[in-house]
């Protein structure tokens, strides 16, 4: 399947498949949190309740490391994730599949607290 794409006021037929990318993002207001992830990458937030840094969703993986749900998938619709939660948050970072094995501990599917208190505190 193809369809069309206008780069720089020339239409080019290009694969639908070559514009594949995830997509996360975060709405954050006063005593609200709202949370949207489609693939791989993280979101990770501190203080939701008191309990420090936080995962709000795993990353999606298929069978092997690198697959993943897209935006161009038939699925896609299916495969976001949705969340909000009553509080307020401190902090929030996210980051793509690239940095998951350093901010992330797969054993017991946690944040790499250490990583995240020196980044903040730095910023």
């Keep these: 399947m193809a369809y069309v794409l206008a780069l720089d006021t020339m239409e080019k037929e290009r694969p639908y498949e070559d514009h594949s990318c995830t997509f996360m993002g975060a709405l954050l207001c006063d005593g609200v949190a709202s949370f949207v992830q489609l693939g791989d990458g993280a979101i990770v937030v501190n203080n939701v309740d008191g309990s420090g840094w936080q995962h709000i969703f795993w990353p999606q993986h298929g069978e092997q490391a690198n697959m993943t749900n897209f935006l161009v998938n038939s699925n896609a619709l299916q495969s976001f994730e949705f969340r909000s939660l009553k509080c307020n ?35």
Excluded: I, N
Aim: glycine content about 6%.
């Design 89 to 123: 948050v401190d902090e929030v970072s996210m980051f793509t599949d690239g940095l998951e094995g350093l901010l992330l501990r797969r054993a017991d599917k946690a944040a790499h607290a250490p990583f995240f208190d020196r980044a903040f505190a730095f910023v």
